[in-house]
């Protein structure tokens, strides 16, 4: 019997996540044979040369580059292709518009929300590995799921795991939910070393190999913080039942424990192929190469608490969720322009928290306007430039 062809769309295909994705359909086109997985858009942001190069290896029928400056040496690069080529912010929400059964969405920040909400009205396989769309938009994007038969399946290693041992037929047994943290590379450091970290140092993590943006938020443990909201609209649990384990080997990547006091966790190498390899397959599973876990070889699994006095940030993504979803919203706008700031050396490492503090102490003075959810996309997307204008502003005046 012949095989269907899965039809993909991999947005943000330049990035960590993006190029794990893409080395998942190399592998499967070796299994199955190349027409096995034909790709229907690959996107990128500013780096046309790695957009050049995989669309060349993987043929889509259409890129998308959100760099309009750049347009000319991509055509340059890709002509004699046949591949469609369009430029600018609009190119990447065609992309997802475009009829791909599986659709990965990994680019950085709320950058990536509108590609996400066009490819899930659209009705697909949605693996999101962007958890900003979560955390700023969670119940528009979940209902419009819903309402569009999408089935969403979280890439991101916490809650892909968690997922995989989630029990969403008896959610009422569900006692509590874990996700753990790597702790990143400070945690050993000081609060005095911690507040003179550089960039470079930042960005260094001990296990994962990522993006610059998620990288600076596993060192802050923002990340950790915007997983929280990120869990909490997923599996539609409470703030209460949600707990951050820091667990450096990053080995057990979540655990759900039942009303019977079992708990089940699922484990694997800290490697991405493995959760998107997961979301690839859903329900199913596939063959996959790489690293396996030798516990023997671990010898031991540490836990312990994390430490909200270094780390704030977690402490700063409860309050926002006690704020609910708009606060949520400017807490990860805030974060993303106080990184972007950061890892331009305009801003110390511990400051990144205190712009993401004063935005939420803004929207505390400004209640009316914060406070709930929001009621339609418009309004997160006002929230996200009202939250980023206060931000920016306030490094200005108050840090620069
Ligand atoms: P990355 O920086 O390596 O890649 C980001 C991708 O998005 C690139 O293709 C880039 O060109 C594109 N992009 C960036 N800004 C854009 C813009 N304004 N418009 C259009 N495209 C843009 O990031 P990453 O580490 O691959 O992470 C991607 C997403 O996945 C993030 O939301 C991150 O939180 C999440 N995630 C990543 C990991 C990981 O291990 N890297 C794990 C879990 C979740
Ligand atoms: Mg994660």
Redesign the pocket.
Known sequence: MSQKTKTVTV????????A?TLDIVRQQQVALGKKSVSIKAL?????WQELAKISIEFEPDFVAL?DVSNEKKLRAALSGTGIQIAVG?KA?EEAAQLDADWVMA????S??LPSILTAAKRGCTLAL????SLVCAGPLLMSLCADNDTTLLP???EHNAIFQVFDATRRNTVEKITLTASGGPFRNWSLEEIALATPAQAIAHPV???????SV?SASLM?KG?ELIEARHLFDVSPDKLEILVHPQSVVHGMVQYKDGSILAQLGPPD?RVPIASAWAWPDRIEMSGDRLSLAKLGRLDFEIPDETRFPALRLARYAMEMGANACNALSAANEIAVASFLQEEIKFVEINEVVDFVLSCINKNTDMWLGEPDCIEEVFEIDKIARRTAQQFIIDEIR
Do not use: F, P, R, Y
């Not at 996107?43 to 780096?47: D, V, Y």
């Open positions: 947005l943000g295909a330049t990035g960590s996540v993006g794990a996107t990128a942001g500013s780096n959100s912010k990447i990994a680019i950085t920040g950058a990536g590995a962007n958890k900003e890439v991101d290693s994962w190999s990522m993006g610059a943006k998620i938020d990340n915007l991405m």
